[in-house]
């Protein structure tokens, strides 16, 4: 970890891989715990006898915990930066995850949930300028490599709970806490090193890096913004009918155990990792705009087919599902920050915020939709949603001119 302590990144320096790899290695950590709580929807439905409307309203408050306050902590920290807020943060999860371990009721759960939310509105923001600030100019590679270790931990959260939490029960979620401790301390050391990036020699150079764009508007600004707005609208709604419900409509339509439908869960999670691996360096070379074309509506006609068909095409769908569509994210958050220079913690916390709030509206709704109809039905509705990817093309062509120079 001392190269971590001894990295340096300005704005002429190489991308500083020992920082970019510690971040995603803490945001795998991050995002597995969070991601063990809808891994124990199952446990939690039975053990609490709870509707799919309560689990839906768990997810919701996770989330909309998470989204609220992500782009009020990124816009403060654009102004006075917290290099030691990220453990502090981390430490809302080991709480939340205590919370959950040993909650005697419903409420319990929801105060848990609600932590985790917390600890996930304080990770996001700080962590997305972290591996900015190491990318040496390849912002979109940077965004990948970051945003590849939460979607890895994000697939664990599964396969844990399948092979560790299912045969010991919902108490051992403590176990975990020690994961969270090991994140803290590896977030301490990355504050030392972002603390000497926000120093005036050099730290405001790194964090600011303006990109070269088109001039455009404030009205055109605005109008791209709430573009990707809806384009994160309709990615993570239509995640949420995975992440939240994946793993029930499975065993309905399948008659799937609950540990094999974890497993195929894991699956899709990993395809989705992967994907993230390729949007930010594919959007570097070709540009932004284009994978998130090829990303939001080129998954339409696999979204579509899926609730029609059998287990071995519903695994496979999947996976093709979880690659396209997860390319999309990190190419939308760095054409954001392009369009928005100098404002990467309000940037970065309104996307990671809207997302999770997208996802926990996402949950409640389809819980409930669920609940009056069928989980069949969930999925008939959720495969329309890519179709609002055919707004990309009100997006301006910000990148013309910097591939002009290439």
Request: aromatic share 10%; glycine share 12%.
């Amino acid at each position: 970890m001392s190269d971590i302590t001894r990295a340096r990144s300005t704005p002429a320096s190489p991308t500083a891989f020992a920082v970019l790899g510690a971040i995603s290695f803490c945001h795998l950590l991050n995002d597995m715990m969070q991601a063990l709580l809808p891994a124990i929807y199952p446990i939690l439905k039975g053990g609490y006898d709870l509707s799919f409307g309560q689990i839906g309203l768990l997810t919701l408050t996770y989330q909309i915990t998470a989204s609220l306050l992500q782009p009020l902590i990124g816009h403060y920290t654009d102004r006075k930066p917290k290099p030691f807020s990220l453990p502090v943060g981390m430490g809302f999860t080991l709480l939340g995850l205590v919370t959950l371990s040993v909650a005697p009721s419903y409420p319990a759960l929801l105060a848990g949930a609600a932590m985790l939310g917390v600890g996930s509105s304080v990770f996001h923001p700080e962590s997305s300028r972290i591996a900015r600030m190491a990318s040496g100019g390849q912002h979109g590679l940077a965004q990948s490599l970051f945003q590849v270790g939460g979607n890895f931990g994000q697939a664990l959260g599964p396969l844990l709970a399948a092979f560790f939490i299912l045969p010991r029960g919902q108490g051992s979620l403590a176990w975990f806490a020690l994961a969270a401790l090991g994140g803290m301390a590896l977030l301490t050391l990355l504050g030392q090193w972002y603390r000497n990036q926000s120093r005036p020699s050099a730290g405001k150079a790194a964090l600011a890096q303006p990109v070269p764009h088109n001039a455009l508007s404030r009205r055109q600004v605005g109008r791209a913004i709430t573009v990707l707005v809806a384009l994160i609208f309709s990615k993570y709604f239509y995640l949420a009918s995975i992440t939240s419900y994946y793993i029930f409509y499975l065993m309905h339509r399948f008659q799937l155990s609950t540990k094999s439908a974890q497993l195929y869960l894991f699956v899709f999670l990993a395809a989705a990792a992967a994907g993230t691996i390729l949007g930010g360096p594919v959007g570097d070379r070709i540009g932004r705009k284009k994978v998130i074309w090829g990303s939001i509506v080129g998954v339409l006609p696999f979204t579509l087919v899926l609730p029609y068909v059998g287990l071995t095409a519903t695994v496979g769908l999947s996976v093709v599902i979880g690659l396209i569509l997860s390319s999309a994210f990190s190419a939308i958050i760095v054409y954001a920050q392009e369009l928005m220079p100098g404002r990467v913690g309000m940037v970065s916390g309104l996307f990671f915020g809207f997302a999770f709030g997208m996802g926990g509206i996402g949950a409640a709704v389809l819980g409930v939709l669920a609940d009056w109809t069928s989980i069949d039905t969930v999925y008939r509705v959720c495969a329309f949603l890519p179709l609002i990817g055919l707004l990309t093309a009100f997006l301006p062509d910000i990148e013309s001119g910097s591939k002009a120079r290439r």
